[in-house]
C-alpha cells in the first residue's frame, strides 16, 4: 500500500509542476462579423456593391459604338466570346466621370437576364466593413443616384455608400436604352 501512495503523491506533484509550467490560453479577441462588397469611385464619391451584385471588375476593354442608342451606352465590346454593353455610369446619372482614362474600370452585373458593363470612375478592389458601422443614411451621394443606395459604412474616415446594382437592373430607364 505504501507503493501506491508514493506513486500517487509522485503523479500529484507531477500534475502540479505541470499546471505551474503550462502557458495561459491566448486572450479572446471578440471577432466582429464583416460585411464585404467591391469598392469604387464614380462622381466624387465612394460606393461599395454588394459582392453578389457584381460579377467580375475589368479595365475597359476595346468597344464599338452602338447607332440609336442613348448617350450614356459607350457601346459593345467582346469579353472572352460574349458581348458586353458597357454604360457609362456618370453619364446615366447626368454627370460626367472624373477620373482618368487609365484609372477607369468596368464593374460586370451578371444575372439571369441581365449582362451589362458599368463604367466607373476607379475600382478599389474588395473592401470590408465592421457590420455594426452600418448606418440607415447613405453617405454624400448626388440625389440623381441616391434612389439605387442602401445606406453606408464610415470606416476611418472615409463614407462608403452601399450601390445596389441590382436596383439599377430593374430600373426601365436603364433596362431600355434606345433612343426614343
Known sequence: ????????????????R??????????????R???SGIGFALMGSYFVAPLGEVSEMLEVPAFTHLPGVQPWVQGVANVRGRLLPIFDMAMFYGQRLTGTRKQRRVLILETETLYTGLLVDQVF?????PVD???E??????DSIRSYTAGSYQVDGQRWTVFRPALLAEDPRFINAAKT
Open 137 to 142: 443614411e447613405a453617405g454624400p451621394v448626388e
Open 1 to 16: 500500500m505504501a507503493e501506491s501512495g508514493a506513486a500517487f503523491e509522485a503523479l500529484t506533484q507531477l500534475a502540479e
Open 125 to 129: 478592389g474588395m473592401q470590408h466593413f
Open 133 to 135: 458601422e452600418y448606418q
Open 33 to 35: 462579423p464583416h460585411w
Open 18 to 31: 505541470s499546471r505551474a509550467a503550462a502557458r495561459g490560453l491566448p486572450a479572446q479577441v471578440d471577432i
